[in-house]
């Protein structure tokens, strides 16, 4: 069969096939956007979005990177770059074909082209999809963390920087040096405020460089974005399907549901694509959006992921299915995270009515696994955020504190069947010892992670209205199970 290229995909065979090709002319497109992070999620969300504006506006082609493996780069490069869409629901799978993506850059291996390339003055927007771990910062503060591993590498090595802060000041300095405007810098990540966090982040780093980075840095705009679309990791049985479906053979195609949302605060200084023409919201205040999508999708979904895979659940749909789940998901988005945000009630009860069909969808294998990773970063802002608003005015927190109990018992690395869970978590290590040491304890257990400030800070290890409810589900979790655990909360 004929791998997916610019070629193929204008074949008579596959031209009969129910497959939606790109509308211009690929060669007149000129990047405008550097993508650090090019992942699943960037190409079922800004790519496909970018994608659907070139007809009209061509100087818009995003240059991808890779900022550790050259996985995306090796799988893409043979097909010129394109790549399927699937979007999958109950009615079936529809597949297109996304040429936004013009170039994929190894940052491992091409970091010097990658950091010229951001130099470049066509370049007018660096956005990033690095996940919270990505930005180096301490999720409980959301400063910048000086003493992460990569930071303090390049600091000490400027002109060959690993990490996300240090390509974008990298590239800020060439362009400073060269007379150049700065670009703008998007961040792309569910982080509360995840432009104002990237400015904190991007701005320190700057500073300790020294020089007159800082002042220049001083000029660059970040605006904060919302971004929603969930995103499953492709299978094997994926790739199958979009090659029957399209009879090309796709390296790595994207799955992805219909649904899809953008909002996006508009501030471009040097120009931005004309996102609102298709789809995407243009708004001066991201925040009500964003603190609605982490602590009502987010949240539900990381408390839905431990809780699921305790209970055997391995997939989203399936959990969602189990009535305990099910109402304890609906109950926490209606009783415990909806009071805590600044929007009409009516707006927030559709948000959570869609949100349950989403997570039903039997066509989206969303791998509860792959949910509960990173667990460390998440927390802060998916569940803690909610809980710290609920306890400063006097509110309950059985639900949510169900969800922090569930992580805790998770990161244990154990089952409720005794076979191990394979966390991946850049504290993983750390969670493991000390889930050792407490030794099935669950005041142990919870004295001990709780004590891992990256997470909870100094403040809710204090409060005894957070630690008790905790620790009650957590040792309810390991003694009677994730099941019937719900079955008392919900």
């Not at 999508?293 to 959990?319: D, F, I, P, Q, W």
């Not at 009535?323 to 959570?352: D, K, S």
């Not at 005794?418 to 669950?442: F, H, M, N, S, Y």
Request: aromatic residues 6%; negative net charge; charged residues 25%.
């Amino acid at each position: 069969m004929s791998r997916l290229n610019t070629e193929t995909i204008h074949a008579e065979s596959v031209q009969q096939r129910d497959l939606t090709v790109p509308k211009y002319r690929r060669e007149s497109v000129t990047p405008g956007i550097v993508h650090l992070g090019i992942g699943a999620f960037h190409r079922a969300h800004m790519a496909a979005y970018v994608d659907d504006l070139l007809a009209e506006n061509p100087g818009w082609g995003i240059i991808g990177a890779s900022l550790r493996r050259p996985d995306t780069r090796d799988a893409l490069a043979p097909q010129d770059f394109l790549y399927t869409l699937a979007i999958r629901d109950a009615s079936g799978t529809r597949c297109r074909v996304i040429g936004s993506i013009l170039d994929v850059l190894d940052a491992s291996s091409q970091r010097s082209q990658l950091i010229e390339t951001m130099a470049d003055p066509r370049i007018r927007i660096v956005s990033l999809t690095v996940t919270e771990k990505g930005y180096c910062h301490d999720p409980s503060t959301g400063e910048l963390d000086q003493r992460h591993p990569d930071i303090v590498h390049d600091l000490a090595h400027p002109e060959a920087p690993v990490s996300a802060p240090g390509l974008i000041a990298a590239a800020l300095d060439l362009r400073r040096r060269r007379g150049l405007a700065p670009f703008t810098v998007m961040s792309c990540d569910n982080l509360p405020s995840n432009g104002r966090t990237a400015r904190r982040i991007v701005t320190r780093f700057a500073e300790l460089r020294g020089g007159d980075l800082a002042a220049y840095v001083a000029n660059v705009a970040f605006p904060s974005t919302m971004i929603d679309r969930i995103v499953p990791a492709t299978t094997d049985a994926d790739r199958d399907l979009v090659r029957e479906i399209t009879g090309l053979d796709d390296a790595w195609p994207i799955m992805t549901e219909p649904f899809t949302q953008w909002v996006i605060e508009d501030h471009f200084p040097t120009g931005r694509p004309p996102f609102d023409t298709v789809g995407a919201q243009l708004v001066a205040d991201v925040e009500p959006f964003e603190l609605m999508k982490l602590r009502m999708l987010n949240g539900s979904h990381s408390t839905m992921a431990y809780l699921g895979y305790l209970a055997g659940h391995h997939y989203v749909s399936e959990a969602i299915a189990d009535p305990a789940i099910h109402t304890l998901i609906r109950g926490l988005m209606t009783e415990e995270a909806m009071p805590t945000l600044p929007m009409a009630r009516p707006v927030l009860e559709a948000y959570r009515d869609q949100l349950l069909a989403r997570f039903a969808n039997p066509a989206l294998k969303h791998r509860t696994w792959q949910i509960a990773m990173d667990g460390s970063q998440k927390l802060p802002q998916r569940l803690l955020g909610t809980i710290r608003d609920r306890l400063a005015a006097g509110q309950g927190i059985e639900r949510l504190a169900l969800g922090v109990a569930a992580w805790m018992r998770y990161v244990t690395g154990i089952d409720e069947a005794g076979q191990p869970i394979e966390v991946k978590d850049p504290l993983a290590a750390r969670l493991r010892q000390l889930a050792d040491a407490a030794g099935g304890d669950a005041e142990k257990l919870a004295k001990g992670l709780l004590a891992v400030q990256e997470v909870f800070g100094s403040d809710l290890p204090l409060s005894p209205a957070f630690t008790e409810p905790v620790t009650r589900r957590l040792r309810s979790l390991l003694e009677i199970g994730a099941k019937a655990t719900m079955g008392q909360v919900a």
